[in-house]
């Protein structure tokens, strides 16, 4: 078992209403002027966003509002978020949304607490972050797991290139999680965001370290949670009880608390960031796409978790003469949970068309940013080795 530290101050308030106490939660963490920031109109259309503000108001804490984020957070309106927080002298940062809002609240709150320093420049390596403006959520998509981790991915336009970045000062300070406020998301959304948070999982789970026996069989019961609430949702949208159960998953999901005593992976995150910056797609269906072919390629290196897998998680026979048959059941079986839940398990089914020679080899360029960077914590990732896979997925 690896050595670890563990540091997860965000403070949770779930359940119905809970966003009845943000005016006072935001006084707490020594918020008096804030940005409350947001996604497209669906915070309009559903009321949150005027009750946030009027919670705002009647609790005495003044506002200003910046709403566009979209799916693939955009450094664009990142640095006029930035530009914002700076002439209005915000102090803190409250999202209303999903992942996309608070990953794109939290370079926003870098960007201002270091004015001096290009807020890019954190997530290409050339600053090390000191200091960042508390940042607080709302949440309404329970997918990325961003509410209550250190981390956030934005997409910069030039180039089309998608990155992520963390830090402890990155740590929301509150998420107020009520689940009846996802029950207007559509199946499809519904969807990737369960398929993003399982695969937060797996990028844990599938690893070489099979001695943290805790941490292994907490990630074990919170997919089978997700994997059995998603199908009562879909049916049911206002399933308050299964919601939760997604919701709070999430959360836990990315939070670190299953990736303990554990080196942890990534590769399938890093790969298809470039498929998301190259075709614009939904994070959690590009994953989906992914994840089947990069799990033969790599389940070799572990076969003994691929085939635990099969078994705790997946329901398949364990066939104790052809550990290899029962390892490919369970990819296979994950693959049909995809399908049944409406999800791609390939490029083709992502975007329409195959992708070119080209658009691999350029995607793959990226991904190892041109063999500076080798992926993957399971078995390591070269170039070759991400083409292959992104050939694999076709």
Known sequence: MRDFNYYAPTEVVFGKESEEQVAQLVKKYGGTKVLVHYGGKSAQRSGLLDKICGLLKDGGVSYVTLGGVVPNPRLSLVHEGIRLCQQEGVDFILAIGGGSVIDSSKAIAMGVAVPDVEVWDYYIGKAQLTKALPVASVLTIPAAGSETSANTVITNEDGDIKLGFGGPALRPKFAIMNPERTFTLPP?????GVTDMMMHIFERYFTKDDDMELTTALA???LRTVKNAVFDVLKNPE????????MWSGSVAHWGLLGMGVQEDWATHQIEHELSAMFDVTHG???AAVWPSWARYCMHENLSRFVRF???VMDVPNDFSNPEATALKGIEAMECFYRAIGMPTNIHELIGREVTDDEIKEMARKCCQDDRRVIGGLKKLYRADIEA?????Q
């Open 188 to 192: 499809y959304q519904t969807a990737a």
């Open 285 to 287: 269906a590009g994953l």
């Open 220 to 222: 074990e019961a919170t």
């Open 310 to 312: 099969a078994v705790n």
């Open 389 to 393: 896979i992104y050939y694999m997925a």
């Open 239 to 246: 399933d308050y009880r299964q919601r939760a159960q997604i």
